[in-house]
T-cell receptor
Framework: ETGVTQSPTHLIKTRGQQVTLRCSSQ?????VSWYQQALGQGPQFIFQ???????GRGNFPPRFSGLQFPNYSSELNVNALELDDSALYLC??????????????FGEGSRLTVL | RKEVEQDPGPFNVPEGATVAFNCTYS??????FFWYRQDCRKEPKLLMS???SGNEDGRFTAQLNRASQYISLLIRDSKLSDSATYLC???????????FGSGTRLQVQP
């Protein structure tokens, strides 16, 4: 196991609602990244947090926002949910230089269904 | 056009077979390359890094061709436990994120 835990594991929301997903990083890792994985696709980068600040962002609208806390845990918030937001949301923790090593440690994900 | 392209498969092969997956990337600024493995309904896990000189880890061999912007993964003596989706991954210079392909699904059959 990677030591990265995510909650909830599954949830169902309706269009227009808001959702908060949570992630606890692996011990010793101070960088957290969030990815969205739609069915049949590879994970797509949403954003990364390092020392409680956003440290990089993918091609996602502002209604996708996040936080990182002093203990390095993180939240992903999505407002005004759309049907296309239905996906597996993966949190990954790493050391800061994972951008070079490519080694991310993923949690098992939160599967969001938007009806 | 996607930045990282893979044949989605599925590749159905018998146990003991040798199978190869290919991947192409479009961004010439890509600097680092990896293969990840994802089991059904599980999280992705790093399988191996990919170097221009080629590298091997047991039954797995990865190769990078920078001139053709092409990455490969060869699996020898396939096992049932190799059944999974294999994701090609690149990191671009100056970016902090991994860019994933859509994955190639492998099914090893008895």
């Amino acid at each position: 196991e990677t030591g990265v835990t995510q909650s909830p594991t599954h949830l169902i929301k309706t269009r227009g609602q808001q959702v908060t997903l949570r992630c606890s990083s692996q011990s010793g890792h101070n960088t957290v990244s969030w990815y969205q994985q739609a069915l049949g696709q590879g994970p797509q980068f949403i954003f990364q947090y390092y020392r409680e600040e956003e440290n990089g962002r993918g091609n996602f609208p502002p209604r996708f926002s996040g936080l990182q806390f002093p203990n390095y845990s993180s939240e992903l918030n999505v407002n005004a949910l759309e049907l296309d937001d239905s996906a597996l949301y993966l949190c990954a923790s790493s050391l800061p230089l994972a951008g070079n090593t490519g080694e991310l440690f993923f949690g098992e994900g939160s599967r969001l269904t938007v009806l | 056009r996607k930045e990282v392209e893979q044949d989605p498969g599925p590749f159905n092969v018998p146990e003991g077979a040798t199978v190869a997956f290919n991947c192409t990337y479009s961004n010439s600024a890509s600097q680092s390359f990896f293969w990840y493995r994802q089991d059904c309904r599980k999280e992705p896990k790093l399988l191996m890094s990919v170097y221009s000189s080629g590298n091997e880890d047991g039954r797995f061999t990865a190769q990078l061709n920078r001139a053709s912007q092409y990455i490969s993964l060869l699996i020898r003596d396939s096992k049932l436990s190799d059944s999974a989706t294999y994701l090609c991954v690149v990191i671009n210079t100056g970016r902090r994120a991994l860019t994933f392909g859509s994955g190639t699904r492998l099914q090893v059959q008895p």
